[in-house]
């Protein structure tokens, strides 16, 4: 029988710093709820508006799974191992913090708000050499289909990560109708609307929503609305 | 009455901010090291609430470690710390403290 979490738009955790725009839809910095520490290896999914020019100076992570997904404006990313990039609407970046990384991310643009999603998974292994990687996505490909955009293998389709989690975003004609697979016996898919409204195994999600599944083998999903956008993550349950 | 809180780590750039970060809330008292050695004296010289694990740190050498601290200090709560910076600290330290 399968589970499953709701967590609508307005329970998210906000805080906003002026600059900063952020809606946490796990526990993280200040906001503290028990009820929402992580959903199996996923323990963060933020969704920050950062103002023109504005952004984060350099700071450290190590030991997780860092994934930044733009939903309108550039982000400029810097880090210690050397690398300096922009990363637009249409692409994702992956880092593997490891052993210890140091980054800075900013709005790219002066004029323009930055959207961005960052997802942090745990790894399931710790110590790893850092690493970085960013790609464009293929946006045809993901119209009425879940395109893969991450896995834990590095010849799969998207970018990879040390975790057995994998990511699909599609978008949506109004009416259309489909099943998603779960990838791995063991994972759960958390849901995630970015635009639009969808049902999900019966569960009517609008905006910013989330339906956390477990204990299944496949999800039903449909488009209420022309021009859903849905990010799937499907990850393990427990924790390494 | 502070809650005193070690966190051991090998990068150093890393250990400095925890450092900053634990101290910079008024009920906790951040104690930061990058070696099992002054991890140790550190247990042995003082009352501690909680030990956090940071990077590097080896399976082996956590294993050991784990045995060390709670040996000095039987029922001594060790977790690992992730990610490095503020983002999870707070939750980490509350969930470890309220359980």
């Known amino acids: 029988m399968s589970q499953f979490i709701l967590h609508k738009e307005n329970t998210r955790g906000h805080a906003n710093h002026g600059w900063l725009n952020a809606h946490h839809s796990f526990s993280f910095a200040n906001y503290y709820n028990p009820e929402r520490m992580h959903f199996g290896v996923l323990r963060v999914l933020n969704d920050d508006l950062i103002d023109g020019g504005m952004g984060f100076g350099a700071h450290p992570h190590d030991n997780m799974e860092i994934i930044t997904i733009p939903l309108a404006g550039a982000i400029a990313h810097k880090d210690s191992m050397g690398n300096s990039a922009v990363i637009k609407n249409g692409e994702i970046q992956v880092m593997s913090a490891g052993t210890g990384v140091s980054h800075s991310e900013f709005n790219a643009n002066a004029d323009e708000q930055l959207n961005l999603l960052q997802i942090w998974l745990f790894p399931n292994k710790k110590n790893v050499t850092p690493r970085y990687d960013q790609q464009t996505l293929d946006v045809a490909a993901s119209h009425n289909n879940f395109q893969q955009i991450l896995s834990p293998n590095a010849d799969d389709a998207g970018v990879w990560i040390h975790q057995d989690a994998w990511f699909s975003l599609g978008n949506f004609d109004e009416g259309f109708e489909t099943e998603y697979k779960i990838k791995k016996a063991g994972n759960g898919v958390y849901a995630f609307v970015i635009n639009g409204e969808v049902t999900i195994n019966g569960q009517v999600l609008g905006k910013r929503d989330a339906l956390g599944i477990w204990d299944t083998d496949s999800i039903s999903f449909k488009a209420n609305t022309a021009g859903a956008e849905v990010l799937l993550m499907d990850v393990p349950m427990e924790l390494n | ?99």
């Open chain 2, 1 to 99: 009455m502070q809650t005193t809180i070690l966190y051991i780590g090998r990068d150093t750039e890393i250990t400095t901010v925890m450092s900053r970060l634990l101290n910079a809330r008024p009920e906790w008292k951040g104690i930061c090291v990058c070696t099992d050695d002054e991890a140790i004296a550190i247990c042995n010289e003082q009352h501690l609430d909680l030990v956090l694990l940071g990077n590097g740190i080896d399976a082996e050498c956590e294993k050991a470690l784990r045995a060390k601290l709670t040996g000095i200090r039987p029922g001594l709560k060790i977790i690992q710390h992730y990610g490095g910076g503020s983002g999870l600290l707070y939750g980490e330290i509350m969930t470890a403290l309220n359980h």
